[in-house]
Structures are given as structure tokens and as C-alpha cells.
Nanobody
Framework: QVQLVESGGGLVQAGGSLRLSCAAS????????MGWFRQAPGKEREFVAA????????YYTESVKGRFTISRDNAKNTVYLQMNSLKPEDTAVYSC????????????????????WGQGTQVTVSS
């Protein structure tokens, strides 16, 4: 069993930055593929970024490329999402997700790929 707890959300002006953190329980964090998703009001949950367990390969949705960076610290059992140049359309509840399967064999952009989910943290970007 894996438990995920997000933090770091908040209110920021357009053009600002936030860093989200997702802390995972257990001693198997280094084996987990990790993802970040977001859900805006009235919209479906959508993929933002993902990172493989090993080798550090990263994936991003097109709208955040060059602005967001996913990273992980296996010693701290934590995955991060650094968000720069934020836009009002980035406003959403951001959730992290985890799965023990490698992103080399499963599609890390799909909600259904991930077995474990955090509760989410609100990010609001004002114009």
C-alpha cells in the first residue's frame, strides 16, 4: 500500500511560481513511477507530467512544456512539480499518482494507469 500526500498549492498571480510536493509512504518509493494530474472545475482530470522510477525519464503535456518540471528525491520519498510562468488556465486541483509498473510498458499519461492517488492540492492563478 502506498499513501500520497500533496502540499505546496496556493494562490499566485499570473507569471508567478509554485512548487508542489508529493510525499509517499513506504520504503519502495524508488520503484514507483510517478505522475501529476490536474482537474479544473467542470473538466475531466488531465495529465500534466510523469517521471519513471528509474533512469529519470520525464513526460509532459504540451501546454506545460518549458514551464513545469517534474523531479524526485528518492531519499526523501518525494516527487516535486516546479511550476513557473503560471497562467490562469493552470488553475486546478493538482494530484499526484503512483504505480509500480514502468512507464516503458504502460502509458503514464492515462489516469487509469495509476493505482495510488493523493487527495490533491488547490492551485489558483489570478490574472
Amino acid at each position: 500500500q502506498v499513501q500520497l500526500v500533496e502540499s505546496g498549492g496556493g494562490l499566485v498571480q499570473a507569471g508567478g511560481s509554485l512548487r508542489l510536493s508529493c510525499a509517499a509512504s513506504g520504503r519502495t518509493f524508488s520503484s514507483l513511477s510517478m505522475g501529476w494530474f490536474r482537474q479544473a472545475p467542470g473538466k475531466e482530470r488531465e495529465f500534466v507530467a510523469a517521471m519513471s522510477c528509474c533512469g529519470g525519464r520525464t513526460y509532459y503535456t504540451e501546454s506545460v512544456k518549458g514551464r513545469f518540471t517534474i523531479s524526485r528525491d528518492n531519499a526523501k520519498n518525494t516527487v516535486y512539480l516546479q511550476m513557473n510562468s503560471l497562467k490562469p488556465e493552470d488553475t486546478a486541483v493538482y494530484s499526484c499518482a503512483a504505480d509500480f509498473r514502468s512507464l516503458a510498458v504502460v502509458d503514464g499519461t492515462r489516469v487509469s494507469t495509476y493505482a495510488y492517488w493523493g487527495q490533491g492540492t488547490q492551485v489558483t492563478v489570478s490574472s
